[in-house]
């Protein structure tokens, strides 16, 4: 069986959506005691690598292009070729496309290949493909997603207007309902009142799964390369996503099969009792 798929998509650029993703997958790591791979398949403008202080990452997704090509990705590989995140054994992140003028050149069959991989992989997969929708990344991976997150602000021409000419309009073409989707809210440090959660998924037509605000903190996170690490040690930072993640969790039935380990002189039971365990 394959791991669910999460996707994660922005009604617009740069409001937080990797933010909101990479803190889902670490939540789920930790909680739910899960092996998590974190895909980043913004092929546009991907920075995943400077968030976590890998300021020249040796392996990103455009360096495994040989290998989608061909059909010839492993597993093995592809956990070479990802991050461990710091403070977190179980969140493996693969850094995103560096070439951004190759972004339209990945291919479906490609992108296809890395999804089946990966959730051959891991526990759950999670996909973070920003706001863009012109690239086989982002198609792909809403199509075969088993949950789409959409992560959205409180301002009015990113819920609306955005959200209107992405989500409502184009995702239909390509065989998604506009309400397949459950939002996310991204509130700004400097901004309180303004329109309500209610009434922003009321716009957008989808249920609510969880919000948070973006702080000087975080924002210093970013820049200073230390994300990963402070969301599994900041006060703050543990409980970003932690009830959207509790939330993925439940709806996939998602947990660790937990091994006991046999002494020996239970295994010398078995044996003497025909391998019956009772």
């Given at each position: 069986?394959?791991?669910?798929?999460?996707?994660?998509?922005?009604?617009?650029?740069?409001?937080?959506?990797?933010?909101?993703?990479?803190?889902?997958?670490?939540?789920?790591?930790?909680?739910?005691?899960?092996?998590?791979?974190?895909?980043?398949?913004?092929?546009?403008?991907?920075?995943?690598?400077?968030?976590?202080?890998?300021?020249?990452?040796?392996?990103?997704?455009?360096?495994?292009?040989?290998?989608?090509?061909?059909?010839?990705?492993?597993?093995?590989?592809?956990?070479?070729?990802?991050?461990?995140?710091?403070?977190?054994?179980?969140?493996?992140?693969?850094?995103?496309?560096?070439?951004?003028?190759?972004?339209?050149?990945f291919t479906v069959e490609e992108m296809?290949?890395?999804?089946?991989?990966?959730?051959?992989?891991?526990?759950?997969?999670?996909?973070?493909?920003?706001?863009?929708?012109?690239?086989?990344?982002?198609?792909?991976?809403?199509?075969?997603?088993?949950?789409?997150?959409?992560?959205?602000?409180?301002?009015?021409?990113?819920?609306?207007?955005?959200?209107?000419?992405?989500?409502?309009?184009?995702?239909?073409?390509?065989?998604?309902?506009?309400?397949?989707?459950?939002?996310?809210?991204?509130?700004?440090?400097?901004?309180?009142?303004?329109?309500?959660?209610?009434?922003?998924?009321?716009?957008?037509?989808?249920?609510?799964?969880?919000?948070?605000?973006?702080?000087?903190?975080?924002?210093?996170?970013?820049?200073?390369?230390?994300?990963?690490?402070?969301?599994?040690?900041?006060?703050?930072?543990?409980?970003?996503?932690?009830?959207?993640?509790?939330?993925?969790?439940?709806?996939?039935?998602?947990?660790?099969?937990?091994?006991?380990?046999?002494?020996?002189?239970?295994?010398?039971?078995?044996?003497?009792?025909?391998?019956?365990?009772?």
């Amino acid at each position: 069986m394959k791991a669910p798929l999460i996707a994660f998509i922005g009604t617009t650029p740069n409001i937080g959506t990797t933010v909101a993703a990479i803190a889902a997958a670490c939540r789920m790591a930790q909680e739910g005691a899960l092996s998590v791979g974190y895909l980043c398949l913004n092929l546009k403008s991907s920075k995943l690598h400077r968030y976590v202080g890998v300021d020249s990452p040796s392996i990103t997704l455009d360096s495994l292009r040989p290998e989608l090509r061909t059909n010839s990705l492993y597993s093995d590989k592809l956990l070479r070729s990802m991050h461990q995140a710091r403070g977190n054994n179980n969140c493996h992140l693969l850094f995103g496309n560096i070439m951004r003028d190759q972004a339209e050149f990945f291919t479906v069959e490609e992108m296809d290949h890395l999804l089946d991989v990966a959730q051959q992989s891991f526990d759950v997969v999670i996909a973070d493909v920003s706001a863009y929708w012109d690239n086989a990344a982002t198609l792909c991976t809403l199509r075969r997603a088993n949950s789409r997150i959409l992560v959205t602000t409180s301002a009015l021409s990113h819920f609306q207007e955005d959200a209107q000419r992405w989500i409502k309009q184009l995702s239909p073409v390509f065989g998604i309902a506009s309400d397949d989707y459950e939002a996310v809210i991204v509130h700004p440090p400097w901004r309180n009142g303004g329109f309500h959660v209610k009434e922003i998924c009321k716009e957008l037509g989808v249920p609510f799964i969880g919000e948070w605000r973006l702080s000087e903190d975080l924002l210093s996170q970013l820049d200073s390369g230390m994300l990963d690490e402070w969301l599994v040690q900041n006060e703050q930072g543990k409980r970003l996503m932690a009830e959207p993640a509790k939330q993925i969790i439940r709806k996939h039935g998602l947990h660790r099969q937990v091994q006991i380990a046999i002494q020996p002189w239970y295994k010398k039971l078995l044996t003497h009792r025909g391998e019956v365990g009772s």
